[in-house]
């Protein structure tokens, strides 16, 4: 075959490729993901991702619900751990202590259980921070369904062997714009890992606050 031909056929295998990309990391996150608490093996950490806060201070819907799939797994002692991980990049916006304050004021989840990453800006983020300064290897991830399978794909690359479970209680107000929105972002998670790493905020280790979040 000529080089134009060669050429062609890999132009065209890439532009596959990238179309394709979206549904692999779907599909390989598909089995890691469950949506009933029975079912969900026992892991010593939860990582809860963080969302939006009302102007009020309280969790959105979204992110209640996630709080709440933590706290009721915490009670069924399929975790021992909840990290809440979000964004704190301004002194009036706190995603961490939001979802802090909701597990224990309005679950009862008790304080010493609960750690607090306020620099889980985004997933990424989340995933790195839990590993690097937490020590985290292996972690239930707890988001809305549509999140789960680029949460799942970035903790693995990112050294954290994980479950998911769904925290999708109820139909949202944007939920089609969460999935579209989505389809790009697993886009910028293959540059994140192979391409251009993105920086994110350290910090000193604090794996001794979790002995065995292994």
């Given at each position: 075959m000529?080089?134009?031909?060669w050429?062609l056929?890999?132009?065209?295998g890439?532009?596959?490729?990238?179309i394709?990309?979206?549904?692999?990391?779907?599909?390989?996150?598909?089995?890691q993901?469950y949506s009933?608490?029975?079912?969900?093996?026992?892991h010593?950490v939860?990582?809860v991702?963080g969302?939006?806060?009302?102007?009020d201070?309280t969790?959105?819907d979204?992110l209640r619900d996630r709080l709440?799939v933590s706290?009721?797994?915490?009670e069924?002692?399929?975790?021992?751990?909840?990290i809440v991980?979000?964004?704190n990049?301004t002194e009036?916006y706190?995603e961490p202590?939001?979802m802090?304050?909701?597990l224990?004021?309005q679950?009862g989840?008790?304080?010493?259980v609960?750690?607090q990453d306020?620099?889980?800006r985004r997933t990424?983020?989340?995933c790195?921070r839990a590993?690097?300064?937490w020590?985290?290897?292996?972690a239930?991830?707890i988001?809305?369904?549509?999140h789960l399978?680029?949460?799942?794909?970035l903790?693995q690359?990112l050294g954290?062997?994980?479950?998911?479970i769904?925290?999708?209680?109820?139909?949202?107000?944007?939920?089609?714009?969460?999935?579209?929105r989505?389809v790009a972002a697993?886009?910028?998670a293959?540059?994140?890992?192979?391409?251009w790493?993105?920086?994110?905020?350290?910090g000193d280790?604090?794996?001794?606050?979790?002995?065995d979040?292994?």
């Open positions: 000529s080089w134009r031909t050429t056929i890999f132009f065209l890439l532009a596959l490729a990238i394709l990309w979206p549904i692999f990391v779907v599909q390989s996150g598909k089995k993901i009933d608490i029975d079912l969900v093996p026992s010593e939860a990582i991702f969302a939006s806060v009302l102007s201070g969790p959105s979204v709440d706290a009721d797994l915490f069924d002692e399929r975790v021992r751990t909840v991980s979000g964004d990049r009036e706190n202590e939001a802090a304050n909701y224990i004021e679950r989840i008790p304080e010493e609960i750690f306020f620099a889980g990424y983020d989340t790195t590993n690097q300064f020590g985290v290897e292996d239930l991830l988001s809305q369904g549509f399978p680029r949460a799942i794909w903790c690359q954290i062997e994980s479950d998911g769904s925290a999708s209680l109820q139909e949202y107000v944007k939920g089609d714009i969460f999935e579209l989505e697993i886009y910028k293959f540059i994140d890992i192979y391409i790493p993105p920086d994110y905020i350290g280790e604090e794996a001794d606050l979790i002995p979040a292994v």
